[in-house]
């Protein structure tokens, strides 16, 4: 990793140290402990054909929670007629935690008066899980978002992350060279020396392969032990109006997304002789799953 991709990782980092220490006793907008209240569906950072999830959607029929003390900074009925277009988050709320920090609770079922007390507790009840918005199944999504530094930040980072015991799957892995020909390393073991970009289609679940597919927490490209890719899902920056994902350094989220389901995690070049090409999932419980390809290039 050169000296640019150090900074970098110590940048978010040392963001994600000062919000930890900012939100210590913040927590998930769900009684989690019951399976009947909430599932998780989808997880920050997963590809929606094309485009990461800045949130996290769980389903279920249950109460939606403030997680931390804060004020209410902008509540939306979904039968408001203000705006000229629907919200597709149907009825939300937004609270300020203080330094700037946002959270958002998105696709609830109508709000009730309550939801109006300017500055709610931790747990105050802000409605129930709904089908407002673009969604047909009941539910919530919820994110965060810091404003200072315009970027929305992976909740899991901050808030105690779920039971983990599965390690992430690693479904494929492509390599796409400069004139736009795929190779699968698992089943081409000769190629041609060049530059690749390598896509990767991998997921997470946490306890059983059956649940929903959920985005990794990192994925990581090696070539004959020494790191060439890092794709992060901690936080990702809007910039000029861009959404900027951490892919050795911030590159538009277009660039690392590929549709439908995949992540480009980086470029590489390959010279003549062999090469050991490892591609490594982790999840946020530090759960890890490897693949290595041995290929002989001509």
């Known amino acids: 990793m050169n000296d640019n991709n150090w900074r970098n990782v110590f940048r978010i980092g040392a963001v994600l140290f000062i919000l930890a220490a900012l939100l210590p006793a913040m927590d998930w907008p769900l ?7 909430a599932a998780l569906q989808s997880n920050f950072g997963f590809n929606e054909g094309g485009r990461p999830l800045l949130g996290t959607v769980f389903q279920g029929e249950g109460t939606v929670e403030n997680v931390e003390d804060g004020e209410l900074l902008f509540a939306h009925r979904n039968d408001d007629t ?23 609770y998105g696709r609830l079922n109508d709000l009730g008066t309550s939801v109006i007390n300017e500055r709610p507790w931790k747990k105050y009840p802000l409605a129930s ?11 919530v999504y919820f994110s965060l978002f810091d404003r200072k530094n315009r970027r929305w930040v ?3 980072m901050i808030i105690s992350p779920f039971q983990d015991t599965q390690a992430p799957v690693i479904q494929s892995v492509q390599l796409r060279g400069a004139d736009g020909v ?30 929903s597919p959920l ?4 994925l990581i490209c090696s070539v004959n032990g020494s790191e060439i890719g890092q794709l992060g899902f901690e936080t ?16 538009p989220a277009r660039e690392a997304y590929a549709p439908p389901d995949g992540y480009e995690i980086g470029e590489l070049w390959f010279t003549r002789g062999q090469a050991n090409l490892e591609i490594i999932a982790q999840d ?12 002989m290039v001509e």
């Open 82 to 104: 203000a705006g000229a277009l629907p919200s597709p988050l149907g009825s939300w709320v937004a609270m300020d935690h203080g330094d700037g920090i946002i959270s958002i």
């Open 182 to 211: 795929l190779v699968d390393p698992a089943v081409t073991k000769t190629i041609s020396q060049g530059r690749y970009t390598v896509s990767v289609r991998a997921y997470d679940t946490l306890m059983t392969a059956n649940e």
């Open 129 to 139: 899980m709904g089908r407002s918005g673009w969604s047909d199944k009941s539910g």
């Open 284 to 295: 946020v419980a530090g759960n890890t799953r490897n693949l290595l390809f041995r290929l």
């Open 154 to 156: 992976n909740p899991s």
């Open 31 to 37: 009684d989690l402990r019951s399976a009947e209240e």
């Open 236 to 251: 990702y920056s809007a910039r000029d109006g861009v959404l900027m994902v951490n892919r050795n350094g911030l590159v």
């Open 215 to 218: 985005a990794p927490h990192r």
